[in-house]
C-alpha cells in the first residue's frame, strides 16, 4: 500500500455518475434498486460496459483531481451498492423478485432466494483490477454485508434468517480474499441495515459480518449509515448499533457525522478501531470551505488521536450534482491540508 499522510481522504464508495451514462432523474426518484434496474442505463446495452469503464476512468480522475488519497473506483458501474454483487449470485431468483420492506418501511423488489446461496465467479475482481490499473494511489473497494443483503432479500429456500445471513457470509468472505489477491489495499463492507435493524444486527448481524471476515488478510472497513440523505431525510441523534463492533476483527468503522451533528461520546467504545469520519454533509448541496470541514473533523481529536482517523463524506456522493460533489471532495481535501499544517503532520 502507498504511504499514506495523516489525516488520509477518501470517498466512503460511491462518485456521481454522469448524465450521459444513467439517468438520475429515475434514480432519484425511486429507493435504491436491489434487483436489476437496467432501464436506468442510457446508453445501449452493446456499449454500456465501454462507456462505464469511461465514466469510471473519469471517476477515478475527479478524486486524484481533487486530491483523495485512498481512491475507489466510484461504484460507476453499479445501480446500487449492493444489487451489483447481490444479483451476481446464484440461489437467487431475480427475474421472479420477492418482497422485503426497506429501511424506510416501504416494500421494494428484491432477490427471492430459491436454492443454497453460492458465488459462481469473484463479482468485483475485474472492476479492481481496472482500477489498479488507472492509479498509482491507495484503492479501495466495497463490498456489500452480509446481514444487510439477507435483509434485501425474501428467503424462499433456507427459512431461517440468520441461516441465509450466514450463506451471504461466505460468498462475501470469498470475495473479499479474491479482492485483496488481486491488489486491494482496502475493502469495504457496507452494512447500512446494522443501523437500521439493530436487534437483528444483535442477534446474528454481528456473527455474519465476522464470518465475512474469517480468516481475511488486508485492512478491512465496515460502513453503517442511516442512509442517504437524498432519500432518508431524518437522521437520529445517535446510531443503534456501533459499540458491538469493538469486538469485531474489523480494522475501520466508517460513520456519519456531518449532517445528524452527532455526539462523538460513542467513539470512546471504539478506541482500538481506526475511524472514517463523515465530516460532509451530503443532505446540502452547498459546498463547505475547507474550514467547515476541518472544525468537524476537530471534534474527534478529544476522543481519538488524528493517527486513527480517515476523513471522508457521511456516505456515497452517488445522488449529488457532479460538480457539487467535485467541490465538496476539494473542499474535504483542503480541510485535511489544513488540519495536516496545524499538526505538522
Not at 46 to 57: G, I, P, R, S, W
Not at 84 to 105: C, E
Not at 107 to 115: E, H, K, L
Request: proline letters at 8%; charged letters at 25%; hydrophobic letters at 40%.
Amino acid at each position: 500500500m502507498p504511504s499514506l499522510p495523516l489525516l488520509p481522504t477518501s470517498l466512503v464508495g460511491s462518485y456521481a455518475q454522469p448524465d450521459w451514462l444513467i439517468d438520475r432523474g429515475k434514480l432519484a426518484g425511486r429507493f435504491p434498486p436491489r434487483v436489476r434496474a437496467k432501464e436506468l442505463w442510457r446508453v445501449a446495452p452493446e456499449f454500456l460496459a465501454q462507456a462505464q469503464d469511461d465514466a469510471t476512468l473519469l471517476a477515478i480522475k475527479a478524486q486524484e483531481d481533487a486530491g483523495l488519497d485512498i481512491v475507489t473506483d466510484g461504484e460507476i458501474r453499479r445501480e446500487s451498492y449492493s444489487n451489483h454483487f447481490a444479483t451476481a449470485l446464484d440461489g437467487v431468483d431475480v427475474d421472479n423478485p420477492g418482497s422485503a420492506l426497506d429501511r424506510s418501511g416501504h416494500p421494494n423488489p428484491v432477490p427471492r432466494i430459491t436454492g443454497p446461496i453460492a458465488r459462481p465467479a469473484p463479482v468485483e475482481v475485474d472492476d479492481l483490477r481496472f482500477l489498479r490499473a488507472a492509479t498509482d494511489r491507495t484503492i479501495k473497494m466495497t463490498v456489500p454485508g452480509p446481514f444487510t443483503m439477507s435483509q434485501q432479500a425474501q428467503d424462499d429456500h433456507y427459512g431461517d434468517p440468520e441461516a441465509a445471513a450466514m450463506a451471504y457470509a461466505a460468498v462475501v468472505n470469498a470475495e473479499v480474499r479474491d479482492l485483496f489477491a488481486a491488489g486491494a489495499d482496502v475493502v469495504q463492507i457496507d452494512e447500512p441495515y446494522m443501523q437500521a435493524r439493530p436487534d437483528a444486527a444483535r442477534a446474528y448481524g454481528l456473527e455474519a459480518l465476522n464470518a465475512a471476515l474469517d480468516g481475511v488478510t488486508g485492512t478491512t472497513a465496515v460502513h453503517i449509515c442511516f442512509g442517504y440523505a437524498a432519500i432518508i431525510h431524518e437522521r437520529p441523534e445517535g446510531y443503534s448499533f456501533l459499540p458491538e463492533l469493538a469486538g469485531s476483527p474489523v480494522d475501520q468503522i466508517s460513520i456519519e457525522t456531518a449532517q445528524s451533528g452527532l455526539d462523538l461520546g460513542v467513539l470512546t467504545d471504539l478506541t482500538d478501531k481506526t475511524i472514517i469520519l463523515g465530516v460532509l454533509d451530503l443532505s446540502d448541496e452547498t459546498v463547505e470551505s475547507p474550514d467547515v470541514v476541518a472544525d468537524r473533523a476537530r471534534r474527534a481529536f478529544d476522543l481519538l488521536p488524528p493517527e486513527q482517523l480517515v476523513l471522508a463524506p457521511d456516505c456515497g456522493l452517488k445522488y449529488l450534482p457532479r460538480d457539487v460533489a467535485e467541490g465538496k471532495m476539494r473542499a474535504l481535501a483542503a480541510g485535511a491540508g489544513r488540519l495536516r499544517a496545524e499538526l505538522g503532520g
